[in-house]
């Protein structure tokens, strides 16, 4: 499968992302109130509860119509989270409760492309949370080969732009060549930890101990450089 096939536009993504959605309201709803002030390492600016506001103010704008202005996304990101960081759990749920089934509405009417991009921020979102609290993954394989359409599609599209070079990503056996010009090198993995890593989840070295054929050094140089606007690795943890 080339990067940038046609996507599956039969899939419904504002199915994808409610199920995403009563994944994290039953993840906070079950925690202890302290649990809601840990800080979620992913974010390390943000507690669980500032990533449920980060989420649940995202759709409440977007509904409306109000998008990020001359402050930029990330300060306007920041903004969604500081209106709410005082407001009550069961308040934050239910704006989310009022505001999803619009948004997932509007993820329906705009296509699969927009609608994997939102289903990959909240799962990602999600999966921040759940890392930094110990609990199981979702891993819920739908969820997962939306997501990772939309990561693996924004580096086809940075790599394709440089034109240095491809690299060929095999996600439970499917392929799919990135960017454009010679094959650097190929990767394969499963397709929850591709999506961890292409969502800048996990660091460079975590990322060379997947499974590569090919040169990897030229390759890993070519997706740092392509994730240098928008998203940034982690560093690697001290051996």
Known sequence: MIGDAPRDAGIDTGAV???TRQRFVATVRALAPSALDAIVPATPEW?????????????????AARFPGDEGPDEWGRRLVALRRHTGLDELLGEWAREAPPFEDGLRLFGYETGSHFCADLH????DVLDSLG???????????VSLDHYLGFLH???????????????????????????????RAGGFDL???????R???????????GDVDAALALVAE??????????????
């Open 135 to 145: 609990l199981p993954p979702d891993d819920d394989p739908l969820t997962v080969r």
């Open 157 to 187: 599209e940075k790599l394709g732009e440089r034109a240095a070079g491809s690299v060929v990503v095999v996600a439970d056996g499917v392929e799919r060549t990135l960017g454009a010009g010679p094959v650097v090198a190929t990767v």
């Open 203 to 213: 660091s460079l070295g975590s990322i060379r101990g997947l499974h590569w054929t």
């Open 124 to 127: 990602c979102h999600l999966q």
């Open 195 to 201: 999506l961890r890593s292409f969502s800048a989840r």
């Open 226 to 239: 392509a994730y240098v606007v928008g998203y940034s690795f982690p560093p690697d943890q001290p051996a």
């Open 47 to 63: 507690s669980v509860h500032d990533v449920l506001a980060h989420v649940v103010g995202l759709a409440t704008e977007l509904n």
């Open 17 to 19: 992302y409610e199920h």
